[in-house]
């Protein structure tokens, strides 16, 4: 069937809302408490001894002590307390999924189902803190020592942080023009809205020492052995540089995007109305990611937003939280739905096709309209960049750097950590494993000049 | 960062945080957590002669108040109940390992010289840096004639303080109990025995609440009751109030001061050295929440004095003193006006009803549930702004004055008041 429609209307189109609507979708998701609602929340807490939220935190903040300085009106302490385990304590508090770290392990989650809202309060206290403009640690004295941090984002900067502070000069090399990684680029802009990337990076970049270089990128305009060569250690934050794809269509159909590409652009835009999204968004896959791309065209003013997962629901990645989240957004989220194919005319995405046959599905084609596709399958790490030669590639295994319990690569004096390593894809774990790596490089540094 | 070091009667520790003769101090295990925690001293559980006491089983009682633990707590146990000897080897042992701790030991002998002067060199020579002599435990030990026995008669005070000052080269601090009229009558007889210090409150006497079940006063023991002594959040103000009267007594000035009673966070302990102290103990939210409340203390009030420029104790203790004054010297003219703040409001009606059925009929209530000021009629209770839910919603707005400042004795409805002009 020809498509007529294509002719008047375009299928992916700019400017669906008007510039109010798009700024209420875009703005805080998860509006900060008052002084007095952190208060009343901070008295829920029971300052448990050996607490199960400490350990549920991959950077381990020690949470009873920071909110009972919240509640003892000593917001400063309440804030360092946060941020000497975790640098990206403000971002944490907005972009984790606490519901299944730290207030899943609440004692009040097991007692009555309503954590403290740890979360909240973090955010309470950072954001106090941010605002004086005071950054609250200081340098030890200069060691003389040079780490090149690779990747700007939140396990490289967690790193580069903690180094500066240990007394150590550093420099990032980042292959964008901004850094910040995902909470720059991939995180949704409604839980970090504005420029709060930036102002946290500013934040963090004050402690001094730290310098960044941008529009570096490893494997193109520096190779790992020079850095090796000129620096003390080398630590690599290179997150994902790969997206999984899917072959649905034997030529390249417009509409049809990568998700963490849609979303990137969507967050480097100033100007939201900028923003083509279709009219009927169908995004593929079943992780954060997912929700984050379908929730976002949802808000760029897409009517219909649906959610492919090939399996069955309870197999999704994403956290149950963010799947209500979606659906209650008005996002239709459909399971056993592996695609088969794309439908196009005059080179435009028109359908997706699903193998059908699923559950409650019934046994004709299963074609859905759609006039944007978003593949949003998998991000990978790719270890080409690193070329060739035993000096300039550390072991992999199962497709990331290996490392071991101190972030400490194959190569001597090459640590790495966060998404390129195994563990979580989660902005507090590459914060963690950034941290880790840096006491790790200042010890071997230490005994290497005792 | 601010200095935290306290001096109180030449006895000196880290920071002024110190844990209270009870439990938390009864015994090495439980002070070396609480130095490795970070407390700057302690006052060890009292100490008296052998053969030791014996306690009960069913010794705590407390009260919550809406949900949250502990807001005051009652306890029916006694002095150490273990032997002499084993006490002293241990506070020596820690004084030896923790040499910058404030190590005071508290005692209770009957009250007979001999006795006090047997106890005294074997208390010195553990190193300790002083002692407390306890004569406030109100319960059980004072029908012994010891304790708040000694405690409510003045001139019993004075005599055991002078017979420990005449016995012992180390610093004596007197414990005062709350179960008295006067506070100002022990603290003076202290004083005049010669007391390096005085250290209060010690806790007040109470039942926790009765069974209505069995029929028994709280905490129960084997069906029955006894009144015990009352400490934790709910005593703080009765504590300052003791505080400030012997920190303003012309007769104490200079007497150092170690403040006590329902301390819990660092803004409690700045309120108690404004007051006066030179240091505080802790001992319920010790109880309550552990020894690691105390970094959250040292932290909390190095950051407040930092705000403040405070770089020692010293530059803000004391400060409230000159300002704590009797009734009589309160300024009758000063007036203060409740304001509600329209966009804050939640039209809970709380601060209505609570004006208009138990107070002065100041608060207007107009179509929509807005409620506003009658600004003519308010006398300024305070009332409303302390029930308001909303943070800030209701302020107290002090007004322009009207009238040169004057104190009841100069008023007009004073028929002895004092004429302008004729004090000499
Ligand atoms: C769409 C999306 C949403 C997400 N939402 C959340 C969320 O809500 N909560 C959460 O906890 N986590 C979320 N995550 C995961 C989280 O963002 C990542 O786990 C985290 O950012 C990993 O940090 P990183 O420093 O390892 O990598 P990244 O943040 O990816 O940073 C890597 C940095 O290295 C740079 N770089 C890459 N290659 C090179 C090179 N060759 N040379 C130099 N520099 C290079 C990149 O430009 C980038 O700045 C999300 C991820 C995505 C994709
Ligand atoms: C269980 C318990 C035992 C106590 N034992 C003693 C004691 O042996 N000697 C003493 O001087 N005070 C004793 N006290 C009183 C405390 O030292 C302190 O004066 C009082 O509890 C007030 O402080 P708080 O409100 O911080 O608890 C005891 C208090 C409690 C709760
Ligand atoms: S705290 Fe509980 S377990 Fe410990 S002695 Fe008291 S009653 Fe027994």
Known sequence: MADTLAATEPRLRAGRLDAGALAANFSDAHPPLSAGQALVEAA????????????????????????????????????????????????????????????????????????????????????????????????????????????GGPAGIACAHRLAMLGHGVTVYEARPRAGGLNEHGVAAYKLPGDFAQDELDFILRIGGITILHDRRLGRDIGLDALRRTHDAVFLGLGHNAVRSLALSPEPLAGVQDAVAFIEDLRQAADKSTVAVGDRVVVVGGGNTAIDAAMQASRLGARAVTIAYRGAPELMSATRFEQDWARTSGIRIRAWSNPRALHGAAGQVTAIEFDGGGPGQGHGPDIEPADMVLIAVGQRFDGGLFGAGPSAVPAMAAGRILVDAGQATSLPGVYAGGDCTAGADLTVQAVQDGKVAALSIDAMLRAASA | ????????????????????????????????????????????????????????????????????????????????????????????????????????????????????????????????????????????????????????????????????????????????????????????????????????????????????????????????????????????????????????????????????????????????????????????????????????????????????????????????????VPWGSLNVNFRTVAHIDPDLCISCGKCYVACEDTSHQSIAKLPGRLYRIIEDECVGCNLCAHLCPVERCITMVPQPATAARATWAEHSNNPHRTLPGTVR
């Open chain 1, 44 to 151: 829920r807490c029971y300052y448990c001894h050996d607490a199960p939220c400490i350990e549920a935190c991959p950077t381990a903040i020690d949470i009873p002590a920071f909110i009972a300085r919240i509640a003892d009106g000593n917001l400063r302490g309440s804030a360092e307390t946060i941020l000497s385990a975790n640098i990206f304590g403000a971002a944490c508090a907005r972009v984790c999924p606490t519901e299944i770290l730290c207030e899943r392990a609440c004692v009040r989650t097991a007692q009555e189902h309503a954590p403290v809202r740890i979360g909240a309060l973090q955010r309470h206290a950072t954001d106090a803190l941010m605002r004086t403009g005071v950054h609250p640690f200081a340098r030890a004295p200069e060691t003389g020592r040079h780490v090149a941090v690779v990747g």
């Open chain 2, 1 to 324: 960062m601010a200095d935290l070091r306290c001096s109180l009667a030449g006895i000196r520790s880290p920071n002024p945080f110190w844990l209270a003769s009870a439990p938390p101090t009864d015994k090495e295990y439980n002070v070396r957590r609480a130095f490795a925690a970070g407390w700057g001293g302690v006052v060890w559980k009292t100490l008296g002669l052998d053969p030791p006491i014996v306690n009960v089983s069913g010794r705590y009682g407390a009260v919550s108040h809406q949900g949250r633990r502990l807001a005051g707590f009652t306890n029916i146990e006694l002095i150490s109940d273990r032997p002499l000897a084993t006490n002293v080897a241990e506070i020596k042992r820690i004084k030896r390992d923790f040499p910058d701790r404030a190590m005071v030991v508290s005692l209770m002998v009957p009250c007979d010289e001999p006795s006090w002067r047997a106890i005294l060199p074997i208390v010195e020579a553990t190193g300790c840096d002083g002692i407390e002599l306890n004569f406030g435990c109100p319960h059980g030990m004072s029908e012994r004639n010891m304790g708040a026995a000694i405690g409510q008669v003045p001139e019993y005070v004075e005599m055991v303080t002078r017979w420990c000052k005449a016995a012992t080269r180390m610093p004596v601090m007197v414990k005062l109990t709350p179960n008295v009229t006067d506070i100002l009558a022990p603290a003076r007889a202290a004083a005049a025995g010669g007391a390096d210090a005085v250290s209060l409150i010690n806790t007040i006497q109470s039942i926790a609440g009765v069974d209505l079940d069995a029929m028994t006063p709280l905490p129960a023991v084997d069906g029955q009751g006894t009144h015990g002594g009352y400490c934790g959040p709910a005593v703080r103000p009765i504590a300052l109030r003791m505080l400030g009267d012997i920190a303003r007594d012309p007769a104490l000035r200079g007497l150092p001061l170690s403040g006590m009673g329902g301390i819990g966070t660092w803004r409690d302990a700045a309120e108690f050295i404004a007051l006066g102290a030179a240091g505080v103990q802790v001992c319920t939210a010790a109880m309550h929440h552990g020894h690691r409340i105390v970094a959250d203390m040292i932290d909390g009030l190095s950051n407040w004095m930092d705000a403040k420029g405070h770089a020692t104790l010293e530059s803000f203790r004391g400060l409230a003193v000159a300002n704590y």
